[in-house]
């Protein structure tokens, strides 16, 4: 059986390009208020699209064309628990980002843009922002911001967020499905390649990258994971953003200087303001306090970063290799920009929005030599029942409490993205002498992305205690630690 739902493109969109369209006034009172930008038409109703949804078990993927002011050629990979749309035509943006057991679309999306053919002349009748940025997932390369940079200008968002990409393979098969579209950059030397690989019974999809280095000389670049988050489906007053634990913050734009210059380092989630006073920055306000901030963290102790509903208990986590992208960008708009409410977060190896600045200013981006490539995954996870984020596993397992041994028991809170179990074996201190007996299992308990596992398991005896995740269909996702008691 298939079951419809309408997804409404209706939540307001991050601006990672600060130049030109973040600014305030004064009021009445001496307090600078909100600068809502002017658009050259009035707001649409927001975009609906009807959209299937597979209730059996396995996996799909589809073509797809996307009706809005342009058709738009694109794809949907889906399995149980997540919907996954991506436009080949428009820089294979991931479009819409679905958690099926709550049909919260986790991608947001601007009710004042348009869905448009950025190919397509009669597209580009005003500034590139405004008319482009519907919402979604996007990769930016080889600069987030507009900029020139050794004679040649770099749009906003990059080359390869406005090109058409290229599909390369699909793979469609029961238990996982992927598609792999490239892209050649037209001004700067650079080739991208993505796969996007979703897998049965799991709420996380991988992305791999390729990005090389196509010229003759030497070249550096940007990339960021320009990715506008909805946890639970909306953004909302409350809202939560986690980081590593200590990570620290490099201030790139605060409206009005309310968190210090440009290159002041603040602490997370608690950071001095510029007047001396403490403020939780982990925690979303509403749009009237009138505050806008971007940051780039130091370099992260892991690569992850994840956004979360207390209310709704969902969360979205993005996990990734930091040897790679060891940086994220923080952006934080609590009605500071349109009088929005937005979060973003996003892998990237570089400081500061444009190239030019991240190379003469910052000193941070990655580098090619001619022919020379880069290659790292991105775990998209996606999970119910979070209550708090302590911090995210390299394979999307959510801990919200540490597994400790606690007494005479192994306790703890996790959230898995995928149907399966967590099992827990005992190892004794030594080996003993039958064959087949180095270990014995003590607890299991099954998953599911809807809902979080409490671990309570008897640690009777002394030894080591090894606590693991297995899929449905009997692959081992992760040891999560090895306890000695």
Same mark, same amino acid.
């Given at each position: 059986m298939?079951?419809w &739902?309408?997804?409404?493109?209706?939540?307001?969109?991050?601006?990672?390009?600060?130049?030109?369209?973040? *600014?305030?006034?004064?009021?009445?009172?001496g307090?600078?208020?909100?600068?809502?930008m002017e658009y050259?038409?009035?707001?649409?109703t927001?975009?609906?699209?009807e959209?299937?949804l597979m209730?059996?078990?396995?996996?799909?993927? %589809?073509?797809?064309?996307?009706?809005?002011?342009?058709?738009l050629?694109?794809?949907v990979?889906?399995?149980?628990y997540?919907?996954i749309?991506?436009?080949k035509?428009?820089?294979a943006?991931?479009?819409?980002?679905?958690?099926?057991p709550?049909?919260h679309?986790?991608?947001?999306?601007n009710?004042?843009?348009?869905l448009l053919?950025?190919?397509l002349?009669?597209?580009?009748s005003?500034?590139?922002w405004?008319?482009?940025?519907?919402g979604?997932f996007?990769?930016?390369?080889?600069?987030v911001?507009?900029?020139?940079?050794?004679?040649?200008?770099?749009?906003?968002h990059?080359?390869?967020?406005?090109?058409?990409?290229e599909?390369?393979?699909?793979?469609?098969?029961?238990?996982?499905?992927? +598609?792999?579209?490239?892209c050649?950059?037209?001004?700067?030397?650079?080739?991208?390649?993505?796969?996007l690989?979703l897998?049965e019974?799991?709420?996380?999809?991988?992305r791999?990258?390729?990005i090389?280095?196509?010229g003759?000389?030497? #070249?550096?670049?940007?990339?960021?994971?320009h990715?506008?988050?909805?946890? *639970?489906?909306?953004v909302?007053?409350?809202?939560r953003m986690?980081?590593?634990?200590?990570t620290?913050?490099?201030?790139y734009?605060?409206?009005? $200087? %309310?968190m210090?210059?440009?290159?002041? +380092?603040v602490?997370?989630?608690?950071?001095?303001?510029a007047?001396?006073n #403490?403020i939780?920055?982990?925690?979303?306000g509403?749009?009237e306090?009138g505050?806008a901030?971007?940051f780039?963290?130091?370099e992260?102790?892991e690569g #992850?970063?994840?956004?979360?509903?207390p209310?709704?208990?969902e969360a979205?986590?993005?996990?990734?290799?930091?040897?790679?992208?060891p940086?994220? $960008?923080?952006?934080?708009?609590?009605?500071g920009? %349109?009088?929005?409410?937005q979060?973003?977060l996003?892998a990237?190896n570089?400081?500061?929005?444009?190239?030019?600045?991240?190379?003469e200013?910052?000193?941070?981006?990655?580098?090619?030599?001619?022919?020379?490539?880069?290659?790292?995954?991105? #775990?998209t996870?996606?999970?119910?029942?979070?209550?708090?984020?302590? %911090?995210?596993?390299?394979? *999307?397992?959510?801990?919200?409490?540490?597994?400790?041994?606690?007494g005479?028991?192994?306790? $703890?809170?996790v959230?898995?993205?995928a149907k399966?179990?967590?099992?827990?074996?005992?190892?004794?201190?030594v080996?003993?002498?039958?064959p087949?007996?180095?270990r014995?299992?003590?607890?299991k &308990?099954?998953?599911s992305p809807?809902?979080?596992?409490?671990?309570?398991?008897?640690?009777?005896?002394?030894g080591t205690?090894?606590?693991?995740?297995?899929?449905?269909?009997?692959?081992?996702?992760?040891?999560?630690?090895?306890?000695g008691?």
């Amino acid at each position: 059986m298939k079951r419809w &739902i309408c997804l409404a493109a209706c939540f307001a969109m991050t601006a990672i390009a600060l130049s030109g369209c973040i *600014g305030g006034q004064s009021g009445a009172d001496g307090k600078s208020k909100p600068n809502f930008m002017e658009y050259n038409y009035e707001p649409q109703t927001p975009p609906y699209s009807e959209v299937e949804l597979m209730d059996a078990n396995g996996c799909s993927i %589809r073509k797809m064309t996307f009706e809005g002011d342009d058709p738009l050629e694109g794809y949907v990979l889906e399995n149980e628990y997540l919907y996954i749309s991506i436009l080949k035509d428009w820089g294979a943006k991931i479009y819409n980002c679905v958690f099926k057991p709550t049909a919260h679309d986790m991608a947001w999306k601007n009710e004042y843009a348009r869905l448009l053919n950025p190919q397509l002349e009669k597209s580009r009748s005003g500034p590139i922002w405004q008319e482009y940025e519907i919402g979604g997932f996007d990769d930016c390369l080889p600069s987030v911001g507009e900029c020139d940079y050794r004679n040649i200008h770099i749009p906003d968002h990059g080359e390869s967020w406005l090109l058409p990409w290229e599909v390369k393979n699909v793979d469609n098969s029961s238990k996982r499905v992927s +598609i792999t579209m490239e892209c050649t950059l037209k001004e700067t030397p650079f080739k991208i390649e993505k796969t996007l690989t979703l897998f049965e019974s799991q709420s996380r999809y991988l992305r791999h990258y390729k990005i090389t280095n196509v010229g003759d000389e030497d #070249w550096p670049f940007q990339w960021a994971d320009h990715a506008s988050i909805a946890p *639970g489906g909306a953004v909302k007053t409350g809202d939560r953003m986690f980081l590593p634990d200590g990570t620290t913050l490099m201030v790139y734009f605060t409206k009005d $200087g %309310r968190m210090g210059e440009q290159g002041t +380092i603040v602490d997370w989630p608690m950071a001095k303001q510029a007047d001396g006073n #403490w403020i939780d920055l982990s925690t979303l306000g509403p749009s009237e306090l009138g505050y806008a901030e971007k940051f780039f963290t130091t370099e992260l102790k892991e690569g #992850w970063v994840a956004a979360a509903d207390p209310a709704k208990s969902e969360a979205l986590a993005f996990v990734w290799p930091k040897s790679v992208m060891p940086y994220a $960008g923080v952006w934080i708009d609590q009605g500071g920009h %349109r009088g929005y409410q937005q979060i973003a977060l996003e892998a990237t190896n570089a400081w500061g929005d444009c190239l030019n600045e991240s190379v003469e200013r910052f000193g941070k981006y990655g580098q090619l030599e001619p022919g020379e490539s880069v290659e790292f995954d991105i #775990w998209t996870s996606i999970c119910g029942g979070i209550s708090d984020i302590k %911090r995210v596993t390299p394979s *999307g397992i959510y801990i919200q409490s540490e597994i400790i041994a606690e007494g005479s028991k192994i306790v $703890g809170k996790v959230s898995v993205p995928a149907k399966g179990t967590i099992e827990i074996y005992y190892e004794p201190p030594v080996a003993l002498p039958t064959p087949g007996m180095e270990r014995f299992q003590i607890f299991k &308990i099954d998953t599911s992305p809807d809902k979080a596992v409490e671990i309570s398991a008897d640690a009777l005896f002394p030894g080591t205690y090894v606590v693991e995740v297995w899929s449905a269909y009997g692959r081992l996702i992760e040891t999560l630690c090895e306890l000695g008691v």
